[in-house]
Structures are given as structure tokens and as C-alpha cells.
């Protein structure tokens, strides 16, 4: 009996102990491609050189259908910042809510608050030593939420000790840097880190897509942008190889994605692919067990929203997801059941009131835009300034040199529908609204109606107009920054 009793006492002992010991959780490191689509190398694209990311794609699992829930950065990180669609928690117009007392809604917080709780060091990385790999970047519609990342924790070495750790990296290049010059005929704009650049694109090699008119200034610009790639996936192979050096490769789980769409004039701002389908690679680490979706070296076809990185980052690092958050799981063994349909919505950005709803299939792309006007040839003035094609096709048009698709989009109005096929048309040049086939209406009427019930389900807040005292200001501000073209003033 005496034994017993003294087992069980060891018994409890130790099960105390082991109740005690710490949660071992993997390191969780987000490298943010800004402004781009399936642009790398590993995605099939040409005049690009990305073999760090297409490294990490060939050891990791390339996901093809990831859409960001608005396709420009404010109004898109707000939402996987806290797994929340930006129109459910009114961050949904772009540069919102800087100056006023917003405060985000009951029981919804920023994910490194949540992380922070569970014992992770959170850092928003801009330096590693003299080396420039990060902006630093926030660029959220919430700043009365309390400091987003630990203090002091901008630079690699603050990772030093810190176990575990979620650090962020906003990479530099795809991101227009202004200066003045008077016409598009001379460049106004230049990349940000452009001298930097790998030439490997050129105007002579690359392909833009058949939206614009083939001139010489939008290859030069797709040569730009096609270079900035280049230039990030060189700046994510410093930071990979520092992971490497410092032993934390094992540990570390590893995600890159975008956070909006392409740098391109129908690219970010608009609900289509080039503004909202980006990239996503996961690389799981040695030192932990893969979830079982996990498979290294393989590509991933299932429909995911920007907005489930949240949950499923939380999941990663053992922790459940809110109660509230719309996010969902997609690794692990609390994965939910694969999504069918991925939403997006698009509302104001800065001075231009565009109310746009987006929704995807594996194979179908719904948009409806319920604003009055143009749509892209719409005024935007850092669009005007900073986009070179946009005065291009302006003057192209006067002159009644545009056909074709490029006409097509400068003449292009709300309120509209629009349905595209991805898979046969990838460009979303071919409108399929009044298309009379079969297919085509019942994918017309199904995403129809997925797109108005996700809308009330929940509480879209789109319908509701900004009150006209915070939008006037927003032209004064945009004009003071980025002037405004002769063809606005004369209306």
C-alpha cells in the first residue's frame, strides 16, 4: 500500500511537472511581397530572376489560388492583420481613420497582440545590421489599438534570445518612388531601390498584357516592374541566408505572400486577378511536425482568401482561433473545410469613390462595381502621377488611337457586371455577363448570389457613404501631393 501510495505520489509529481513545461512553438516568419501577382519565376513567369523564392517553392508548397480581400494595401492588411473582412469592421476605405478616435470593434485585435499573449517576441524587421531588407511597414486603417510590434525590434539582431518569435518583413522594391517632372514623356517616377535593380527584363523582351496599347512606354514600365521582382527576391535571399547562419531555418516556419496586387494601373485599386490573386509559399521546418495537408514540393489549387493567413498563422502557433474572427484554418489538424468562394471588395482610395465586390471560384471571377461614371479611367491622382500608362492611354484616346481591349477599358462605366472565365481567359478581357451558354449563366447566377449573401452575412458596411466632410479633404491633400492633370481641371 505503502508503495502505492508513494507511485501515485510520484505520478502526480510528475504529471505536475509536465503540465508545467512550457509549449514548444515554432518561430513564424512573414515575408511580404508588396504589390505583386504570379509574378516569380516558380509561377511560370519570363524575364525574372527569383531563385530564392523559387528555391523556397521547391522545398515548401506554392499555393495558386490565394486573393487578397481588397487590392491595395491599407484597406487589405487591416483585414489579415486581424481576420476580419475590412467591410465588416468599417477599415475599408483606403487611408482611413488616422486621425479620428476609431477604435476597432469589441474582441478584435491585431494578430501580434494575440501572439504577443502566448509568449511570442513580435518584430516588424527593417535592418539586418547594414543591410536595408524591410520597410517597416503598417499601413493600417487602425491606430489606437496600442503598439502592433514589441518596441526596439526593428533590426535582426532584437531577435537575438527571443523564443519564439513572429517577425514581419514588408519588402522594398515594388513601390513607385515620386519626383517631379512635367510630362509622361519624361519619367516622373522611378522604382524605389531601381539602380539596384537586376536588368533582366527589357522593353524589347517583355510581354504586358493586352489591356494596354503596345507602346514603348508600357514596356519600359513592365520592364521596371518586372525588375523590381528581381530586386526583391535578391533582398528575401539576404534574409533567408541569414536564417540559415543563425541555425533557425529548423524552427522557423516560413511565409511568403503578397499583400494586394500588381503595380499596374488595372492592377492594384481594381477587382480583378492582377489586383487580388497573389502569391503564397509555405515552408515548414524540420524541427516540427508538418500539419497533414503539408506536402513539400508541391502546388496547392485550393481557394484561399488573404484573410485566412490570420487563423491558420494562430493555428501554426498553437493557439485557437477568436471567437469572432471570420478567418479560416487552412493547415492543420483544425483545418476547416476548403473554402468555395474567395470575396473581395474595393471602396474608396484616397480622393476616388469606386464601391467594387469581387467574387472568385476555382474557375469563375464575379465583379460588380455599384458606382456611377468611369470606372478605370477614373481620376486618381497618385494613379496620374505615379502610373506613366494612365496619361499614355488618356492621350492615346483622345486621339482616337485606342482598340480593342484598351479601348474597351477606358470606356468602361458603372454600374456593371463583369464575369471572366480564368482558366481560358487570364487576362479578364472577355466579358461573359450576356453570354448565352449554359455554363455561363449558372455560374453568372451562383456567384450572383454567394456574392449578395456574404454581403449580409457580414455586415458590409460598403453601402453606408462616408460623411462628404471626411471625403472633400482628400482631393485638397491628393492635389497637394501629386498635383492634378489639365484634363481634370477643365471639368
Known sequence: MRFLILFLGFGVTALSAAAAAPVRRPNILWLVGENLTHDLGSYGAKNVRTP????????????????ATNPTCAPSRSAFFVGM????????????????????????????????????????????GPLA??????????????????????????LEGKRPFFAVINS????????????????????????????????????????????????????????????????????????????????????????????EPRGIHWCYDSGLRVPMIIKWPKNFPAPPQYRAGTVNDQVISLLDLTATTLAIAGLERPALMQSRIFLGERADPARTYAFAARDRIDETVQRVRSV??????????YTAGPTFASLNRYKEKCFLIYPLMRELHAAGQLTGAPLELMLRTGPS??????????????????????????????????????MVDT????????????VAPFAKEMDAWFGTPAWARKR
Open 172 to 263: 522594398h522594391e515594388i513601390e513607385y518612388d515620386i519626383y517631379d517632372r512635367q510630362s509622361w514623356k519624361q519619367p516622373r517616377v522611378k522604382w524605389v531601390g531601381e539602380d539596384e535593380h537586376e536588368k533582366i527584363a527589357t522593353p524589347e523582351n517583355v510581354e504586358p498584357p493586352p489591356y494596354y496599347p503596345d507602346h514603348r512606354v508600357v514596356r519600359e514600365e513592365w520592364a521596371r516592374y518586372l525588375n523590381s521582382v528581381s530586386g526583391m527576391d535578391r533582398r528575401i535571399g539576404w534574409v533567408l541566408e541569414r536564417l540559415r547562419r543563425d541555425g533557425l531555418e529548423d524552427d522557423t516556419v516560413i511565409v511568403f505572400f503578397g499583400d494586394n496586387g500588381r503595380l
Open 360 to 369: 472568385h471560384d476555382k474557375r469563375y471571377h464575379y465583379i460588380r462595381n
Open 459 to 470: 455586415g458590409d458596411r460598403g453601402g453606408v457613404p462616408e460623411p462628404a466632410e471626411v
Open 133 to 158: 531588407v524591410g520597410t517597416g511597414k503598417l499601413d493600417l486603417n487602425f491606430v489606437n489599438e496600442g503598439p502592433i510590434y514589441h518596441a526596439g525590434s526593428d533590426d535582426w539582431a532584437s
Open 417 to 454: 457586371e463583369e464575369l471572366y472565365d480564368t482558366d481560358t481567359d487570364r487576362h479578364e478581357i472577355r466579358n461573359l455577363v450576356n453570354s448565352t451558354q449554359p455554363e455561363h449563366r449558372e455560374a453568372l447566377a451562383r456567384l450572383r448570389a454567394a456574392l449578395d449573401t456574404w
Open 52 to 67: 530564392h523564392l523559387d528555391a523556397l517553392a521547391a522545398q515548401g508548397v506554392r499555393y495558386t489560388r490565394v486573393f
Open 85 to 128: 473582412y475590412q467591410t465588416s469592421t468599417d477599415t475599408h476605405h483606403m487611408r482611413s481613420h488616422r486621425d479620428d478616435n476609431f477604435r476597432l470593434p469589441a474582441g478584435v485585435r491585431p494578430i501580434t497582440h494575440w501572439l504577443r499573449d502566448a509568449g511570442y517576441y513580435t518584430a516588424n524587421l527593417k535592418t539586418i
